[in-house]
């Protein structure tokens, strides 16, 4: 008889549990090693991105794997809203995933149906095939999928946030993570993520999905606005990289013996 397992948390049962808000770090640089080392370090949750990273689907395993150990929720970033890219993200056992640039609610719904089996939505089976299911070794897999998987899309641009109620409307999505830096983009207010305007447009977004009943999250590297941001009523936030970690700690540190500094340090993400 094989070894029966069970299945991971899912980001939606912590945001759940929580009486508080959850603080989590990037994992940019594709490296096993920084992962686990973040995942180590105390945080709710870590974020494994394939957008913005040299990751691919041997990297985003290993990291997976690597971080399977620790108490913090692995949430993973596929590069894009297409149901091929996400079904082997959810194939490797991710299962909480965030989703980038999702700007109405018929993205939405693919990026939901992208998640599910049918007949809810477009997902290939292929569970004795895949990590996902621990090869069948998860009783019940096929039928309670669903159930374990935490879907969340990104509001990051303008036409997102006009759109916000109806994406918000979307059954079965979990929540919206915003993503300040494309959003200020989009207002022509690029690398001015603490412009009052993209300010509003955020508690906007952070209104709407605590009125629908969904969950929200902000990406917010600068302390005073990952405050100003959970104050508002953010219950998840990105507050550091392990790329923009090493780059600054490196940075101070050669300054610190050689005594000067060649530019100044960007605060955009």
Not at 48 to 59: A, I, K
Not at 149 to 172: F, G, H, P
Request: aromatic share 6%.
């Amino acid at each position: 008889m094989p070894v029966r397992v069970a299945a991971d948390r899912s980001f939606k049962d912590v945001l759940a549990s929580s009486d508080r808000p959850l603080a989590g770090v990037w994992v940019c640089s594709a490296s096993t090693v920084n992962a686990e080392i973040c995942a180590g370090a105390g945080f709710d949750w870590i974020f494994l991105d394939g957008e913005h990273s040299p990751n691919d689907l041997g990297s985003l395993l290993t990291q997976l794997q690597a971080v399977g150990g620790y108490p913090t929720v692995p949430v993973v970033r596929p590069p894009v809203n297409d149901p091929v890219i996400i079904k082997q993200y959810l194939d490797l056992g991710a299962q909480s995933l965030i989703i980038p640039m999702v700007h109405t609610a018929e993205d939405a719904e693919q990026a939901v149906a992208s998640c599910h089996y049918p007949p809810r939505g477009v997902r290939g089976v292929g569970s004795a095939l895949a990590r996902s299911a621990r090869w069948n070794r998860i009783d019940g897999y096929l039928q309670r999928a669903g159930d374990t998987i935490t879907v969340i899309v990104q509001i990051e641009s303008e036409q997102a946030v006009d759109n916000v109620e109806a994406i918000l409307a979307t059954d079965d999505l979990d929540g919206v993570f915003i993503g300040p830096s494309d959003l200020a983009a989009t207002m022509g207010l690029i690398g001015q993520q603490g412009h009052p305007q993209v300010v509003e447009a955020v508690l906007k977004v952070i209104a709407a999905a605590r009125a629908a009943g969904k969950y929200v999250g902000v990406n917010a590297f600068d302390p005073a606005s990952a405050q100003r941001y959970i104050e508002a009523g953010a219950q998840f936030v990105g507050v550091g990289a392990d790329v923009a970690l090493l780059a600054r700690a490196s940075e101070q540190l050669a300054e610190r013996y050689r005594g000067e500094s060649d530019a100044p340090i960007t605060s955009s993400y």
